[in-house]
């Protein structure tokens, strides 16, 4: 079963960096924002459960022009977030448990850790799995998360923290996924 989380997000202006935070070299999942007006680019999230469907369009726009943007979380894949997007996500997850790996670019143990929690997202298909690189522009989502150190593990459910795994321990990380699923 596919889960497609769908979020719409605060208006913020067209020319705010939070238009091209997917950085497509890491995650993979969307195209470059080059070329054209940022108008012209529009990404969308949809919630899919089964079959039913709900779509929301997140619609950001500045008093010169509209731009529609966003993010894709699906069940059995990685999905990077940013610090306008996370809050969505999570919200629009309900109840599903939700694992955010909180990671740098240069930090070696993230770079370890990164490929196993691919995985990891591929065998739980019933738990949206997030990432957040926290640099200079989501600086300010990882201090209200509380992160010390990196990687840094949260897994929330029902919109809350409710356990921390830090550092690269993929087994302490896997129970504590199962001990919050089964609660």
């Not at 067209?14 to 470059?32: E, L, Q, V, Y």
């Not at 930090?107 to 926290?134: H, I, R, T, W």
């Amino acid at each position: 079963m596919a889960l497609r989380l769908s979020i719409s997000s605060s208006h913020v202006p067209a020319s705010s960096s939070a238009i091209s935070t997917c950085r497509p070299a890491a995650c993979g999942r969307f195209p470059a924002l080059v070329g054209g007006s940022a108008a012209s680019q529009k990404r969308s999230l949809t919630v899919m459960t089964g079959s039913e469907m709900r779509g929301v369009t997140a619609v950001r726009s500045s008093s010169l022009e509209t731009t529609s943007v966003g993010a894709e979380a699906v069940t059995g894949q990685v999905t990077e977030v940013n610090k306008d997007t996370f809050w969505p996500i999570v919200k629009a997850a309900g109840d599903k448990v939700v694992v955010l790996d909180m990671y740098t670019q240069w930090c070696g143990p993230c770079k370890v850790m990164a490929p196993k929690f691919q995985e990891m997202s591929e065998k739980n298909l019933d738990v949206v799995f997030l990432k957040l690189d926290c640099n200079q522009d989501n600086k300010p989502l990882a201090k209200e998360l509380g992160i010390k150190v990196v990687p840094t593990f949260k897994i929330l459910k029902d919109g809350k923290v409710v356990k921390e795994v830090t550092g690269a321990k993929i087994d302490e990380l896997a129970h504590a996924i199962e001990t919050v699923k089964s609660s």
